[in-house]
């Protein structure tokens, strides 16, 4: 009868400590699974966004090139003839179907302007600036872009003068000039590889000299540039 009890109570110890550890041991394993299971989800959510991110598809471009320039002005007072400048600058553009694009380039704007009564041969008028090209567009070919594609581009352009050299006889200098003009700015653009191109014009919404002179700039562009 001893021998009975006290195996009776012996089980009935080991069911009792049984009962206790069950729950921790079941909490810890839920906490384990609940870790592991976060960590994987924060993994793959970081493996999605990095391949996300490199098919985004972004250049920066390096480039040079020339311009045509013109000024509206008021042909009861001034001649106006195209001349022949100079642009170099910096571009990073980013996005696949539609893109975007920011940049700095130095800008040597040539003039061809005259007042009615002077006789002078040379009228030339340099106006050297920094412009922000902000651009938007469409790239028509996104999916062969790295080899071939053809791009529209749209947007505006803030330009500040920096200074001007006069050969036109009038005495123009930089006081005389609206030292920020904001263009308006459209073209389509050519990559080959490494190589682009782009063909544009640039509108000007101001007038170049003050005093209510009219003289509303504008300037068509090509450059040629090199994508990294």
Do not use: H
């Not at 490199?54 to 001349?83: F, M, R, T």
């Not at 400048?85 to 990073?92: A, F, K, R």
């Not at 651009?135 to 001007?164: A, E, H, N, W």
């Amino acid at each position: 009868m001893k021998t009975i009890l006290k195996t009776s109570a012996s089980i009935f110890i080991i069911l009792f400590l049984t009962s206790l550890l069950n729950p921790v041991l079941a909490q810890d394993t839920t906490k384990i699974t609940l870790a592991d299971t976060t960590q994987l989800a924060e993994a793959d959510s970081t493996a999605k966004q990095e391949k996300s991110d490199k098919k985004k598809k972004d250049s920066w471009i390096l480039y040079v090139g020339g311009n045509l320039n013109d000024l509206d002005a008021s042909p009861n007072e001034y001649s106006s003839e195209g001349e022949m400048g100079y642009q170099l600058g910096v571009n990073y553009r980013r996005g696949k179907f539609l893109y975007w694009g920011a940049g700095a380039k130095f800008n040597n704007a040539i003039y061809g302007l005259k007042a009615l009564n002077n006789t002078a041969d040379s009228s030339s008028l340099s106006v050297k600036s920094i412009d922000i090209p902000l651009t938007g567009g469409l790239d028509l070919l996104f999916f062969t872009s790295r080899v071939f594609t053809i791009r529209t581009f749209v947007g505006v352009v803030p330009s500040f003068v920096m200074s001007v050299t006069d050969d036109t006889g009038l005495d123009i200098e930089k006081d005389d000039l609206n030292t920020f003009i904001l263009y308006g700015q459209g073209g389509i653009g050519i990559d080959v590889l490494f190589l682009d191109i782009e063909l544009g014009y640039n509108m000007g919404f101001s007038d170049l000299l003050k005093n209510d002179i009219k003289s509303t700039p504008g300037q068509a562009f090509v450059n040629l540039g090199f994508r990294f």
